[in-house]
């Protein structure tokens, strides 16, 4: 089993950015499809972007397109989100995720999950 830990969270200003990371250990990490996901206070946690295992496909949540950027290192065990532009309604704990997948997972087909890092936007 996969473990999976996010850092990057922070406090930032709207418009300004914030790249989040979730390194992994334990598992071979270029046969696991990577995505983020979000939960809002009293909200449920919703998919935000997914990338499959070699990198060459992406999928956003129409709210982030053209705003965010998933991306991996497989030599570093790591996968990123590049979030610019941000605004107060991208305010959530960010978790990191990931399954065992050749092919572009549907949200939910993920099993193993970080413990989240938290990012506030101010307006």
């Known amino acids: 089993q996969v473990q999976l830990v996010e850092s990057g969270g922070g406090l930032v200003q709207a418009g300004g950015s914030l790249r989040l990371s979730c390194a992994a250990s334990?598992?071979?990490?270029?046969?696991?499809?990577m995505a983020w996901f979000r939960q809002a206070p009293g909200k449920e946690r919703e998919f935000v972007a997914v990338?499959?295992?070699?990198?060459?496909?992406?999928s956003y949540t129409d709210s982030v397109q053209g705003r965010f950027t998933i991306s991996r290192d497989n030599a570093k065990n790591t996968v990123y989100l590049q979030m610019n532009s941000l605004k107060p309604e991208d305010t959530a704990v960010y978790y990191c995720?990931?399954?065992?997948?050749?092919?572009?997972?549907?949200?939910?087909?993920?099993?193993?999950w970080g413990e989240g890092t938290q990012v506030t936007v101010s307006s």
């Open positions: 990338m499959n295992r070699i990198g060459t496909r992406t």
């Open positions: 995720a990931a399954t065992e997948s050749p092919l572009l997972p549907r949200p939910d087909e993920f099993g193993s």
């Open positions: 334990g598992g071979t990490f270029r046969r696991y499809a």
